[in-house]
Every structure is written in C-alpha cells, then in structure tokens.
C-alpha cells in the first residue's frame, strides 16, 4: 500500500485525471459531461492521523495537490493512517468512488450542480465499515476543523464492496437493514441526494 502521502498527493490526483482523459477519449458521445467536468472547480482538504494535511485542487477538472490549505473545501476527510489504507485498499486510488458507489453510479463525476449541492451541506458524518478489519472515514462538510460526528452510517465490508461496484444500491442498502443510519439524518441524506442528482 502507498503511503497517505503517495496516495493523496499522486495516486488520487493521477486516478482523477485519467478519469478525465477517459471522459475526453469518448469525443462527442462524452462531450456534455466532459464539458461540465471541465467546469468544476473546488478544494477536497484531508487529514491523517495527528499531524499529516493534505490538500487537492481542482481547477477547470483537472486536480492537482497544493501547498497549502484552500479556505473552502467542500469537504473534509479525517480518517487515521490504518483506515488510509483500508479506503485504498477498498476503493482504489479513486475516493470519488466511494461517492459514486454510495450514489449507485460507478461513473460517477463531480460536475458544478453536484459541487454546489455539496456546499450547502453543514455537518459530519462517518462512514464506518465493519467486518474482519474493520475502518472509517469522517467526512466533514463546512469549514475546518472537523468537528465530532453528529451521524453514523454503517455498512459490513461485504456490501460496502457491494455498493462501490454497484451492485447493491443505496435505497436498497438502507431498506434492507444493510446500511445503518445512527444520529442527525440529514448530513448523509443531502450528500445522497447531491450525488444522486442529475449531472
């Protein structure tokens, strides 16, 4: 496994940018979504254990890691280095695929009517995975720094592998009891709801 800095500083930004060349390979039938992939912009801010920031930039589709801190990230994560590893280990060098996965769509793309749906969100989540190596991710959506949860969403490591390849849907996750819902609702419910919506 890469190291969280490898892996958000090269790994996510390379895994985000071949996504946007593949976007560009499909020519006219892609043009659309490629068009409006081309028109985000925003700030993803991470942390890793007690000390390691890193902070990624899209500007006009295209990430890369900066420098510094960017004063609005549409979201936070906060998540320890053995759960750095167990979200690689999970979703690739892609985090964007565990939106899409949670989203049921695993050509999932942040384009700007999903980023300003996910600006209007105030609040933190986590994300926890259970099973043999069990993990999690805190998700935060507002200004740093991140604050305690105010919302669990559990799933087993199986359906969560479910859900990220699309096997498994999330309204069909959460009816069957397959997805648990603990605390305030409506964090994990706007963030559905932004990345269900239409590109």
């Avoid at 043009?31 to 254990?49: H, Q």
């Avoid at 890369?64 to 690689?88: F, K, M, N, Q, Y």
Wanted: proline fraction near 7%; charge should be negative; glycine fraction near 10%.
């Amino acid at each position: 496994m890469a190291s969280s800095a490898e892996y958000f500083e090269k790994r996510v930004p390379l895994a985000w940018n071949e996504r946007l060349s593949a976007q560009a390979a499909r020519g006219a039938e892609g043009a659309e979504l490629l068009a409006k992939m081309r028109a985000t912009d925003f700030a993803l801010e991470v942390e890793v254990g007690a000390g390691a920031r890193f902070h990624l930039l899209v500007e006009r589709g295209e990430m890369r890691a900066a420098p510094r801190a960017h004063p609005d990230p549409i979201v936070t994560l906060g998540l320890s280095e053995a759960d750095c590893e167990r979200l690689e280990a999970s979703v690739g060098p892609s985090p964007m695929a565990l939106l899409g996965g949670v989203g049921g769509n695993p050509d999932f793309a942040l384009t700007p009517a999903r980023v300003a749906q996910l600006r209007e969100i105030e609040g933190t989540m986590r994300l926890e995975v259970t099973g043999a190596r069990p993990w999690g991710v805190l998700l935060h959506f507002g200004a740093p720094p991140i604050p305690e949860a105010t919302t669990t969403v559990s799933i087993a490591d199986a359906e969560f592998a479910q859900l990220i390849s699309g096997a498994l849907d999330l309204q069909g996750a959460f009816m069957t009891g397959k997805l648990q819902l603990g605390g305030n609702v409506e964090v994990p419910m706007k963030m559905a709801m932004a990345i269900m919506s239409p590109e």
